[in-house]
Nanobody
Framework: QVQLVESGGGLVQPGGSLRLSCAAS????????LMWYRQRPGKERELIAV????????NYVDSVKGRFTISRDNAKNTMYLQMNNLKPEDTAVYYC?????????WGQGTQVTVSS
């Protein structure tokens, strides 16, 4: 079964860290660009981080730049989002995505709540 499964969300205090994982199954994602999105309460889903298929170059939205790091382990068919210095405004459902064969494949989402 072709799918993406996220894990690693939870409740964390401001200034804390979390690492999200996104495991792919049913296909090899080594040749695909990988993406993390988030949807904050009352907001539209937004693209926050991208990693290329070759060379591993990355791009981030300004609001997470310097705090979040996207990475990939092609051998494990898994991508990650390391989130440091978390802020209450980072509270959101986080999704991974792969654009594969002209279609978007999404994970189910994982909730991240930043609160004291």
């Amino acid at each position: 079964q072709v799918q993406l499964v996220e894990s690693g969300g939870g409740l964390v205090q401001p200034g804390g860290s979390l690492r999200l994982s996104c495991a792919a199954s049913g296909f090899s994602f080594s040749t695909y660009v990988l993406m993390w999105y988030r949807q904050r309460p009352g907001k539209e889903r937004e693209l926050i981080a991208v990693i290329s298929s070759v060379g591993g170059s990355t791009n981030y939205v300004d609001s997470v730049k310097g705090r979040f790091t996207i990475s990939r382990d092609n051998a494990k068919n898994t991508m990650y989002l390391q989130m440091n210095n978390l802020k209450p405004e980072d509270t959101a459902v986080y999704y991974c995505k792969v654009r594969r064969n002209g279609s978007d494949l999404w994970g189910q989402g994982t909730q991240v709540t930043v609160s004291s």
